[in-house]
């Protein structure tokens, strides 16, 4: 079992996906949306946080190794927020700046924080904060971003 | 009165599978298969729910969502993305349209957006 814990203290919902084929990337989705609007997260936030647990699945699937990818409710101080985890040991020999830095590329603003921690295995932590949340729910949409995506 | 929604969707398979979804929790249903119609059709007569897909032939659905939250007819109607694009930069595009939801295209999608209908008061 991952070693959930990460910096913050650790508050229900408590959720795990065993991650070892392609169909667990939905699963993860949907845990995570539920585990979301457990703790309150708006549907818009739980779309982020959905697509930021779905990334770092793919990624254990890409790897060839499963690995349980863990859901809880953090807290730290008066914030509360939602955590994702994974054990990641094909880290093990990569520096922790350069794995950040791909993973922040990768995930971009979909969560508020990214962590990685240990060395045996290194462990990836992504959090929301709900505080966070609530105040780029007050921001959407984006009225300066008008090129096309699609 | 049954409230009404406005389904953007230019898969009539697809169309069909997610009026069926809709209609299945009571809301009347009318279907736009490209951009273009589908705002003409909310700004004419606004719908109570707007579900939109992404990939759309003429205008894709990041432009259409655009451009309903810019509308004063159309910015208050809440926007549900439903789409097979589901990567981080898609999803970023979708909610910083301002989309209320951005749901994949997967086996729980019709469960997550009925979910998402009762929390935006919908349901």
Sequence with gaps: MTRA????????????V??????????????????GSLLGFSPANRAQLASAAATLAELVLKTGEPQDLNLNGVRQGEK???????EAPWLANVATSNVLIALRSKLGDLVDEILVEGD???????????????????RRPDEDEDSDEG | MALEALLIEDSKT?????????ESVGLRV??????????????????????????LPTMDGFQVCRRLKRNPATQDIPVIMLTEKADPKATMSGL???ADD?????????????NTLQELGIL
């Design chain 2, 102 to 114: 951005y749901i994949p295209k997967d086996i729980f999608a019709a469960e997550h957006l009925i």
């Design chain 1, 18 to 35: 065993r991650v070892e084929d392609s169909m667990d990337i939905m699963i993860v989705r949907d845990t995570v949306r539920r585990a």
């Design chain 1, 80 to 86: 509360v927020g939602l955590q994702v985890s994974s």
């Design chain 2, 14 to 22: 697809q169309a069909a599978q997610i009026k069926d979804t809709l």
């Design chain 2, 30 to 55: 009318r279907v736009a298969y490209d951009g273009p119609d589908g705002l003409r059709d909310a700004i004419e007569d606004p719908p109570a729910l707007i579900v939109l897909d992404v990939k």
């Design chain 1, 5 to 16: 814990s990460g910096p913050y203290f650790m508050q229900p919902p408590v959720m795990s």
């Design chain 1, 120 to 138: 045996d295995p290194p462990v990836i932590y992504m959090v929301m904060w709900l505080s966070e949340a609530a105040r780029r729910d007050g």
């Design chain 2, 96 to 98: 910083r349209a301002g």
